[in-house]
């Protein structure tokens, strides 16, 4: 039988990638996207794509339940993905701000896996795979908003594999480093909704970093992966008979995660204070 898979973030990237990736294996791919338009799009793709956004409970419960009608109620994996950038320094990050990347991040996340748990136990078996980073741990400057999220995210979902364990459900965290993607362009409104740099006590760090980083861009990272990358893990990560815990892409995130179990925090904190 075809099996099916629910991926979030579908309209650009990493995404879109995986929903091309898993379709072109034999995969029943449900690929939703935040924006009607987006979802019209892929379905011209000829894709199955339910508008779910994860700051709308409505439109998860809603997103789900047309899944589970097309398949009859089943569903073997879901891939969560949909997220986005909030860059600026911790101290001029407004709590507001924060709780609202929270609420696409992280919460809605979470409330989609809680709906899709019970589908998977009724039929004894899935996979939930989880679109980490390699900032869920490690820290980089700038980053903080996005580094919180996905701290929490890796918490929540180790805990989550132990208390599946036995159920048949496989829970997975993709963790990437510098992939090719539109999560940088997505974050400028972000910054500039709620980060007041000029009357920040960095403001010349901003000018001298992170505002040439977000509106310059620049030449590639040479460390750079494209969104495929991420599809070859996915792929593992759902086809394995055994699949790891975390599965690592790009070679920062090797060095990272080597990095932190081997070297003292004051050392890795220069290294990382100089990106």
């Known amino acids: 039988m075809q099996k099916s898979i629910l991926i979030t973030g ?6 879109h990638d995986a929903a091309q990736g898993l379709r072109a294996r034999g995969w ?17 793709q ?74 998977m136990r009724a039929q004894g078996h899935g996979r939930i795979v989880q679109n980490s980073s390699i900032l869920g741990f490690v820290a980089f400057p700038w980053r903080g908003a996005y580094v919180a999220t996905k701290y929490a995210l890796e918490g929540l979902t180790d ?10 459900i496989s829970v997975v965290l993709i963790e990437p480093g510098p992939i090719t993607s539109r999560l940088r362009q997505n974050a400028i409104p972000w910054f500039e909704r709620f980060i007041d740099w000029k009357n920040s006590s960095l403001r010349a760090k901003y000018e001298a970093s992170l505002l040439r980083r977000l509106y310059e861009g620049g030449e590639t990272d040479r460390f750079e992966l494209p969104p495929s990358a991420v599809t070859a893990k996915l792929i593992r990560a759902l086809e394995s008979a055994r699949p790891r815990a975390r599965y690592y892409v790009t070679t920062p995130t090797y060095v990272a995660g080597y990095g932190r179990r081997l070297l003292p925090a004051r050392a890795i904190d220069r290294i990382l204070s100089r990106i």
């Open 10 to 15: 579908c309209s650009s990237g990493i995404g």
């Open 46 to 119: 000829g894709f199955d794509s339910p508008r779910i956004d994860y700051t709308e409970p409505a439109s998860i419960g809603a997103g789900l339940a047309e899944v589970l009608d097309a398949t009859g109620g089943t569903l073997d994996a879901l891939f969560n993905n949909g997220a986005h950038g909030f860059p600026g320094a911790v101290e001029d990050i407004p709590t507001d701000g924060l709780r609202q990347i929270f609420e696409t991040n992280f919460f809605g996340w979470h409330e989609l896996t809680r709906q899709t748990i019970p589908v």
């Open 159 to 168: 805990t989550l594999r132990l208390e599946l364990q036995g159920s048949g």
């Open 28 to 44: 029943r791919v449900f690929a939703s996207c935040r924006k009607a338009g987006d979802c019209d799009r892929l379905r011209a």
